[in-house]
Every structure is written in structure tokens, then in C-alpha cells.
């Protein structure tokens, strides 16, 4: 390997750190913030829920989309402007009004969409065989960056007010901006070298694969993950109250949902990409299998133990983390072009966000009904079932042509 070469990967490693770190503090720092926002923006708190739902759906709307953005301008433009858009709208919700505040939210929510689909076909085309490191740094990258807003939002905020906050939301993908245009120019340098021009290249045409009977199993584990993480995030902290844990066991519990995706987001790619088909299947039977040790154990949920809430929660971390980190992995693994990829990540996403966003609606019907209910516990359990069922189908299917 060249000098070149060498510092063409360090430049793209760090992109993709940067790139990672924005794409989903965006969204979920906000709602730590919404009453400071609310006394800015002079309007009541509730009327602001709106910016916790525009990021999902934008998710829902663009996903299958983005491929399309790929064959007008190319991958590494459809990048580039996908980060455009979240400077643009976190420049814009720098500015003191509602309706600013809502279409930097539309525009951040664009962004992060097509990010989310485009990585790992942007990873198939230029990484190929470093798939698993990259997936890892920009995947550990983006729940880093989450952890780390979480800690500090409240206290930039105290100390330095809520413009300096929303600036800081704007210098961090500015900076990753910047870095994206000067790495990928250089990649774009060392492709020509090889007289090879991946944004012409003859696999950019349109797949149909909602069609393809084995690209559904992605969706359907995609939602099922989706379904449980933002019904966990949006209820767990309610049923622990209920249980009589204070607000600090509370916060405990779930940052160990949190935290544990650091280290899955390290450990499970390079697994996936090593292990052969046996291994992966393996995998997926383990992780189920814990999956349902946790949906069984709100059966008996009747308790105030920490220890109990903790491993629920914790439990819950590690199998979102998982299946979402397999199939950011697998969808560049499974597929035969950065083209099929982005098809199939959009496919999924695009699905599963929409089984996702039912998921808090329907358990909060039930838990206002009967916060410690069987229906949703039975419901849980069957999730999970399907999830590692498709899992299962997801492992042993041959790639996408």
C-alpha cells in the first residue's frame, strides 16, 4: 500500500467518523430541549412534539427514494448533499421562529434519510474490502455522538444559552462537510487513476426490488428492531415509573440501552463479514434467543428492582444494536452493486420506519388501558419471534444481483 493509498483510507475514516457523529444527534438532541425552546420560540412545549415525529416521518417518505437521488447526480454528490442539507437545516434553526425551527427539521430529516441508506453502498463502492471497519467507525461514531450530546446539551445550554447550543448543532456537520469534499475529492483522484468512474458505471440502473421475494425479510427485521427500539425509548421510562423507580434509576436503566450499542456497533460487523453462514445464523439464534428471555420477563414484571429494569433494558440494547447493525452490514455484503444496495437499505427502511412509528401509538393505547397488560407482552414475544425467524432468512439468502 502506497502513501496514497494510506492516506486516502485515513481521510476516509475520519469522514466517516465525523459523518457519523451527525447523523443522529441531530435528531435526538432537540427533545432534551424543547421547554428552553419553547420559552424562545414563545409557544407552548406540546405544540413542538412535532419535531420529534418530522425525522421518522421524512425517513418513511425518502428512503426508497434515495437510490433514485444516486442515479441523477451520482453517490458521492447524493452524499455531499445529503450533508448539505443538514447544514442547511441547522443553520436554519438557528434562526428564532417556528416555522424555521420546523423546516430545519424537514431538511435535517432529508439528510439523515438518504445518509442512512447511501452509507453502505457508498462503503460496497469505495471500501469494498473494509467494509467492516468503516461500518464499525461510522456506526459507533453515530451512538457516540448521541451519548455525548445527551451529557452536554443540558449544560451548554445553562451556561451559554440555546443559540450557542443550535450553533454548535451547526459547526458539527459543517466541519464533517468540509471534510467529506476534501476526502472524497481525493478518492475521486485515485478512481481516475484507475480509469474506472464509479458514478457511470453500468449497475447504476434502476433494480425493482420491492419485487424480489427475498428482499423482504430485510424489511421485515429492519421494522421489527425499529418497532422495538422506539417503543422501549418512548414507553420503558413510563412502566418503570409506574414500577416506583425514581427518575435517577430511570435514567440508569436506559443509558445502559444506550451505551451497550457502543460496543455491539464495534463487535458486529467484523463478526458478520469473518464468520461463514453458519456463524451468522448462529448468532441470530443467540441474540433471539436473549430477545426472548426479555419480552418473557415482563411477565413478571411486577417488581422495583433495579437490577430487574436493568437487564430488561439492557437486554433491549443488545438486540436493537445487533439487527441493526447486521443489516448495515449485510446490505452491502448481500448485494452485488452499491446500486442494489441502496435499493435494498431504501426498501427496508422505508418499510420498517412505517412498522416502527405504529409501534409507540398502539403500546400507548395499551399501557393507558392497563399499564402491565399481557396483550402487549404477548405482542413483544411474537416480534421478537419474527425478528430472528427473519433473521434467519436474512443470514442463509444469496446475494442480490
Known amino acids: 500500500m502506497n502513501n496514497k493509498t494510506k492516506g486516502a483510507g485515513v481521510g476516509l475514516l475520519i469522514a466517516l467518523v465525523l459523518v457519523g457523529f451527525v447523523m443522529r444527534s441531530q435528531v435526538t438532541t432537540l427533545p432534551l430541549i ?10 407552548q412545549s406540546g405544540d413542538l412534539g412535532i419535531i420529534t415525529t418530522i425525522p421518522l416521518v421524512m425517513f418513511m417518505l425518502v ?15 447524493a452524499l455531499m448533499g445529503s450533508l448539505l442539507l443538514i447544514c442547511a437545516g441547522s443553520d436554519l434553526r438557528i434562526v428564532p421562529s417556528f416555522s424555521a ?26 471500501a469494498p474490502n473494509k467494509i467492516a471497519l468503516y461500518t464499525s467507525a461510522y456506526s459507533f461514531s453515530m451512538m457516540f455522538g448521541v451519548a455525548v ?21 451547526f459547526s458539527v456537520p459543517a466541519i464533517a462537510l468540509l471534510t467529506w469534499i476534501v476526502v472524497t475529492w481525493r478518492l475521486q483522484a485515485a478512481k481516475q487513476d484507475e480509469g474506472a468512474n464509479p458514478e457511470t458505471k453500468q449497475e447504476n440502473k434502476p433494480i425493482k426490488v420491492w419485487t424480489k421475494i427475498k428482499a423482504w425479510p430485510f424489511l421485515l427485521v429492519f421494522g421489527g428492531q425499529s418497532l422495538i427500539n422506539y ?23 436506559m443509558s445502559m440501552k444506550a451505551f451497550i450499542g457502543m460496543p455491539m456497533s464495534m463487535i458486529i460487523p467484523n463478526l458478520l463479514v469473518r464468520s461463514k453462514q453458519r456463524g451468522i445464523v448462529n448468532s ?33 440494547g443488545i438486540i436493537t444494536s445487533f439487527f441493526y447493525m447486521s443489516l448495515m452490514t449485510l446490505f452491502a455484503v448481500k448485494t452485488s452493486s452499491p446500486m442494489a444496495s441502496a435499493s435494498l437499505a431504501g426498501m427496508a427502511q422505508t418499510g420498517g420506519y412505517l412498522m416502527a412509528a405504529t409501534g409507540p401509538i398502539l403500546y400507548g393505547m395499551a399501557f393507558q388501558a392497563n399499564p402491565t397488560g399481557s396483550i402487549q407482552n404477548i405482542i413483544y414475544v411474537l416480534v421478537i419471534i419474527m425478528l430472528t425467524a427473519m433473521g434467519l432468512f436474512v443470514a442463509k439468502s444469496t446475494k442480490f444481483e
Not at 433471539?288 to 413478571?300: K, T, V
Open 34 to 43: 424543547l421547554d428552553d425552546i419553547a420559552i424562545t420560540l414563545h409557544v
Open 63 to 77: 428512503s426508497n427514494f434515495a437510490s433514485k437521488t444516486v442515479q441523477l447526480i451520482g453517490l458521492k454528490k
Open 101 to 126: 425551527m420546523i423546516g430545519g427539521t424537514i431538511l435535517i430529516g432529508l439528510g439523515v434519510a438518504h445518509l442512512n441508506v447511501l452509507m453502505p453502498a457508498f462503503l460496497m463502492e469505495y
Open 149 to 169: 450530546f445527551n451529557l452536554l446539551t443540558a449544560h451548554i445550554v445553562y451556561t451559554a444559552g440555546l443559540p450557542t447550543m443550535m450553533f454548535v448543532l
Open 231 to 253: 417503543t422501549f425509548v418512548a414507553w420503558m421510562p413510563s412502566l418503570m415509573s409506574f414500577h416506583h423507580l425514581t427518575a435517577t434509576q430511570i435514567g440508569i436503566a
Open 284 to 316: 441470530m439464534l443467540v441474540v433471539g434467543s436473549l430477545g426472548l428471555i426479555g419480552a418473557l420477563m415482563l411477565f413478571f414484571q411486577d417488581t422495583s428492582s433495579m437490577i430487574f429494569w436493568s437487564i430488561e433494558c439492557l437486554i433491549s
